[in-house]
């Protein structure tokens, strides 16, 4: 992120962004946030605004919009100093959405912040993607969050991309379905959702009850069995834990 946003050069290789490979022009268009706000303090957030365009010669900029946009609208005449984390984070966004980028790059945005704090940032980030059509880019480590938000996917170790993938993806994987069935079927239970289902994990976890690792609707899965003959219990849909997935993935498919 630091390399794209042009704050570290990279030892070797490139990247792409919108079709053009090392484009430092790219960054006219580009709001970024890296790290923590470096807002003046002794400012007031419009004092910001109008400073920080200066500084980037962007010219006639309606600063009382950006600020309705990240929720400041109240607060623009308020010097920074008396802000909240999160409303630091929001002038601190605000900040990078001067020129109207359509591409915004937040590095650990929700960090430090109250539960309210996460949740206005989390609503302020969704306005700018529906409404704008602002398409933004996190790194976080909050994954719960993540999850909330992000339509698309990628895990970084040490430099490496491990994964990438779309939500979708990542809500099937994640979700499982229990059926229970009699003792007596659970052996025809589970040779058949193998035809079925051949690609998907099947678990047994008692002498009646088995898991399938898959995203499926359970209404479809309860007619198929009744039409075997198997006399089912019961179904219940579940979601599995997201960071228990990640960590796998880091550890090459070993969980601790």
Known sequence: MRIICGLTQQSEGSYTLSGKTNDAA???NMGMLIERPGIYEHMTALENLHYFSLLFGIQSQDHHK???MVGLQNAE????RQFSLGMKQRLGIAISLLGNPDFLILDEPINGLDPEGVYEIRKMLETLNHQYGTTIMIASHILSELYKLATDYAIIDGGCLIDEFSKETLERVCSSV???VEPEYLQHAKTLLASR????RCEILSNQSLRLHEKINPADLNQF???NKVRVCGLGAND?????FFVE???GGQAA
Not at 197 to 200: H, M
Not at 240 to 244: A, P, Q, S
């Open 249 to 251: 993935k880091l550890s």
């Open 178 to 180: 229990q059926v229970t």
């Open 225 to 227: 069995l009744v039409e």
């Open 197 to 200: 289902y051949p690609n998907v």
């Open 66 to 68: 950006i600020l309705e």
């Open 77 to 80: 005449k308020k010097k920074a």
């Open 240 to 244: 599995e834990d997201i960071e228990k």
């Open 26 to 28: 790219m960054r006219n």
